[in-house]
């Protein structure tokens, strides 16, 4: 580009010089011709300025020449006189172009006085014709032409030399420049030991020094990096071991302390329950009750801990069915009323005729828990419970409370384990800081994460979506029917555990129910008694762990067998182990926890012994607390 734009640049210089000299040898013509014709014209010598003129074109090149008067006559003319122009008084310019032609005109005037000549000595000065001279401009082509020419042969000479050049250059410096490009392009890709052959000095040789140093830095870089992960690697390794047997420790030892703990806690429980019926001193019962309060406080501690092991081991199984919402929403009015009214506040549900496809245990359990934390901590105006309806298939159940709200800092927090907003002191009546904790695991569960929404002082928002259903094949729903009696006439229950102080405290529990009770430790010890009262048991309760390693599944799989298959049959465990949970709930019995309260295994019997419905299946809970 550099040689064309030169080239270009010294021919039109050229060309533009031409042009000018065609133009100066053109009015230094007509100028040199008008001083010379002055004396001729003036004195009409026409022979002379013919000859002149003549002698002019052959030796300028011009076209033609001529000599004008001054009324626009030509006297002389010399070469092509139609190339001449035609006069008029006054030219309007001295020269001019037109076509190939250019055109110049000069006024020729009086000679100047000479005391020599008398003739001129009395004339004045003054315009007397005109000389025109007609140049043709086919030279100047030519010369362009010619200039072109020379251009061309100098910009190709100077072509072939700069690609004469380049291809040196290619030839030394592009071999190198490829290699360095392949070279970064490996260590690119990860090769990290590839190397340039260092063989080019200067500034091309510091490169390729500089190449290989890198690559070197960057293989020794990967080196150390390999061994901090390798390193790093197998310290997480044994911190995870350490971790996962830590975790297991600490299940294996909350399970057996669960059950060293459940077992007494149970036995107390049922000895204040018998207790209290036989009380009739004011009181001795108000003692009672406030032991009874701390047993109970102390239930609820190892019942929410057992929720979260089950929760943690995987043995809560969802098993969801299409079910309208409103018997979801009265049951837990009818609970959660009275605690409200108890603090002064208003609990709202508002009906609805949705139905949902969910679990209905599950869901119950999770609006429970964020009902009671709503009024928990709502000092003053009220609790609503309600359902939105959401995009496409989508419902929303959401709990609203007027309280104390959460601070957004913490608002991440409230769904961890023990913890709690304005509980430093640990006062139980203001809960163990476990029920979110519960929540969030169950929402997980149903695939329908808890979502809060809160301002400080003024109150927060907790809910959690769900699928709606079609109403169409819901079973209709039933109230539950209050049995008249606590049992039917000679209802007889087989009751097995392995722990002497709660066979006697069930004895004097069912005693002042007056319910018929075969107790022992022992399977083959309760059959043997039922066979020799000749009696048949309406239910079977039986804890899991027994002695020498039998469990309560083979004890209930041993009674079935001998007395009918029909009999409803109950677990009873204060174990939290995961393996122990799965098992039960792979039996298929329903499972009753230690401590448990009296007033729910009453409600249990009622139920069962009432012939109002069998226990339930599948592991599960038999009742809600």
């Given at each position: 580009m550099?040689?064309?734009?030169a080239?270009?640049?010294?021919?039109?210089r050229?060309v533009q010089?031409?042009?000018?000299?065609?133009?100066?040898?053109?009015?230094?013509?007509t100028?040199?011709?008008?001083?010379a014709m002055?004396y001729?014209?003036?004195?009409?010598?026409?022979?002379?300025?013919?000859?002149?003129?003549?002698?002019e074109?052959?030796?300028?090149?011009?076209?033609?020449?001529?000599?004008?008067d001054?009324?626009?006559?030509?006297?002389?003319?010399?070469?092509?006189?139609g190339?001449?122009?035609?006069?008029?008084?006054k030219?309007?310019?001295?020269?001019?172009?037109?076509?190939?032609?250019?055109?110049?005109?000069?006024?020729?005037?009086?000679?100047?006085?000479?005391?020599?000549?008398?003739?001129l000595?009395?004339?004045?000065?003054?315009s007397?014709?005109?000389?025109?001279?007609?140049?043709?401009?086919?030279?100047?082509?030519?010369?362009?032409?010619?200039?072109?020419?020379?251009?061309?042969?100098?910009?190709?000479l100077?072509?072939?030399?700069?690609?004469?050049?380049?291809?040196?250059?290619?030839?030394?410096?592009?071999?190198?420049?490829?290699?360095?490009?392949?070279?970064?392009?490996?260590i690119?890709?990860?090769d990290?030991?590839?190397?340039?052959r260092?063989?080019?000095?200067?500034?091309?040789?510091?490169?390729?020094?500089?190449?290989?140093?890198?690559?070197?830095?960057?293989?020794?870089?990967?080196r150390?990096?390999?061994?901090?992960?390798r390193?790093?690697?197998?310290?997480?390794?044994?911190?995870?071991?350490?971790?996962?047997?830590a975790?297991?420790?600490?299940s294996?030892?909350?399970a057996?302390?669960?059950?060293?703990?459940?077992?007494?806690?149970?036995?107390?429980?049922?000895l204040?329950?018998a207790?209290?019926?036989?009380?009739?001193?004011v009181?001795?019962?108000?003692?009672?009750?406030?032991?009874?309060?701390?047993?109970?406080?102390?239930?609820?501690?190892?019942?929410a801990?057992?929720?979260?092991?089950?929760?943690?081991?995987?043995?809560?199984?969802?098993?969801?069915?299409?079910?309208?919402?409103?018997?979801?929403?009265?049951?837990?009015e009818?609970?959660?009323?009275?605690?409200?009214?108890?603090?002064?506040?208003?609990?709202r549900?508002?009906?609805?005729?949705?139905?949902?496809h969910s679990?209905p245990?599950?869901?119950?359990r999770?609006?429970g828990?964020?009902?009671?934390?709503?009024?928990r901590?709502?000092?003053?105006g009220?609790v609503?419970?309600?359902?939105r309806?959401?995009?496409?298939?989508?419902?929303?159940?959401?709990?609203w409370?007027?309280g104390?709200?959460?601070?957004?800092?913490?608002?991440?927090r409230?769904?961890?384990?023990?913890?709690?907003l304005?509980?430093?002191?640990r006062?139980?009546?203001k809960?163990?800081?476990?029920?979110?904790?519960?929540?969030?695991?169950?929402?997980?569960?149903?695939?329908c994460?808890?979502?809060?929404?809160?301002?400080?002082?003024?109150?927060?928002?907790?809910?959690?979506?769900?699928?709606?259903?079609?109403?169409?094949?819901?079973?209709q729903?039933t109230?539950?029917?209050?049995?008249?009696?606590?049992?039917?006439?000679?209802?007889?229950v087989?009751?097995i555990?392995?722990?002497e102080?709660?066979l006697?405290a069930?004895?004097e529990?069912?005693?002042?129910?007056q319910?018929d009770?075969?107790?022992?430790?022992e399977a083959?010890e309760?059959a043997?008694?039922l066979?020799?009262m000749?009696r048949e048991?309406?239910?079977?309760?039986?804890?899991?762990?027994?002695?020498?390693?039998?469990?309560?599944?083979?004890?209930?799989r041993l009674?079935?067998e001998?007395?009918?298959?029909?009999?409803p049959?109950?677990l009873?465990?204060g174990?939290?182990?995961?393996?122990t949970?799965?098992?039960?709930?792979e039996?298929?019995?329903?499972?009753?926890?230690?401590?448990?309260?009296?007033?729910?295994?009453r409600?249990?019997?009622?139920?069962?012994?009432?012939?109002?419905?069998?226990?339930?299946?599948?592991?599960?809970?038999a009742?809600a607390?």
């Open positions: 550099g040689v064309i734009l080239a270009g640049y010294f021919a039109h050229s010089e031409t042009e000018q000299n065609l133009f100066r040898r053109g009015q230094d013509m100028q040199r011709l008008a001083q002055s001729e014209l003036f004195v009409g010598n026409t022979l002379y300025m013919k000859r002149l003129l003549d002698y074109r052959t030796v300028q090149g011009a076209l033609s020449i001529g000599v004008a001054g009324r626009g006559r030509w006297e002389a003319i010399s070469g092509d006189g190339a001449l122009p035609v006069l008029g008084y030219p309007e310019s001295r020269a001019r172009r037109e076509g190939h032609l250019w055109l110049f005109l000069e006024e020729v005037r009086s000679p100047t006085a000479d005391s020599d000549d008398p003739y000595a009395t004339s004045p000065e003054q007397i014709g005109w000389v025109a001279v007609v140049l043709d401009d086919t030279s100047l082509h030519q010369a362009r032409a010619e200039i072109v020419l020379a251009s061309a042969g100098i910009m190709s100077l072509l072939v030399l700069a690609g004469g050049i380049a291809w040196r250059l290619s030839s030394r410096l592009g071999g190198r420049l490829r290699g360095l490009a392949q070279t970064v392009e490996r690119a890709d990860g990290l030991g590839a190397r340039v260092e063989v080019a000095t200067g500034e091309l040789g510091v490169l390729e020094n500089g190449v290989n140093r890198m690559a070197q830095t960057l293989e020794e870089n990967r150390d990096l390999e061994q901090r992960i390193d790093a690697t197998a310290g997480l390794r044994q911190q995870t071991h350490a971790a996962e047997a975790v297991l420790a600490k294996k030892f909350l057996a302390a669960s059950h060293d703990l459940r077992q007494p806690l149970h036995a107390m429980t049922l204040i329950a207790m209290k019926e036989r009380i009739s001193d009181e001795a019962r108000r003692l009672a009750e406030h032991v009874e309060s701390s047993a109970e406080a102390m239930q609820n501690l190892l019942n801990l057992l929720d979260l092991s089950r929760l943690d081991a995987g043995a809560v199984a969802v098993k969801p069915e299409c079910f309208r919402v409103s018997g979801l929403l009265r049951r837990l009818h609970r959660f009323a009275p605690m409200a009214a108890e603090k002064g506040l208003h609990l549900v508002v009906p609805t005729r949705m139905a949902v679990d245990v599950l869901l119950e999770i609006l828990n964020l009902i009671a934390n709503a009024i901590y709502t000092d003053r009220g609503v419970v309600g359902v309806r959401g995009q496409a298939e989508a419902m929303r159940f959401e709990v409370d007027s104390r709200g959460v601070p957004e800092h913490f608002q991440k409230i769904f961890e384990e023990y913890f709690q304005d509980n430093p002191e006062d139980r009546d809960g163990l800081g476990l029920g979110l904790a519960i929540v969030e695991r169950l929402s997980g569960l149903l695939d994460p808890v979502k809060m929404r809160s301002i400080p002082g003024r109150g927060s928002c907790f809910s959690i979506c769900a699928q709606r259903c079609a109403e169409d094949g819901l079973a729903e109230e539950a029917t209050q049995p008249g009696r606590l049992a039917p006439e000679n209802a007889m087989a009751f555990d392995d722990d102080g709660i006697e069930m004895l529990l069912f005693d002042s129910w319910i009770l075969a107790v022992g430790t083959e309760v043997a008694d066979r020799d000749r048991p309406a239910l079977i309760l039986c804890d899991y762990r027994l002695r020498e390693g039998r469990t309560g599944i083979d004890a209930i009674l079935r001998q007395f009918g298959e029909h009999i049959a109950m009873i465990t174990d939290t182990a995961p393996e949970l799965k098992c039960i709930q039996s298929g019995l329903p499972v009753l926890h230690k401590p448990l309260k009296p007033a729910k295994l409600a249990i019997l009622s139920y069962t012994l009432a012939g109002e419905g069998q226990a339930p299946e599948g592991g599960g809970e009742a607390d």
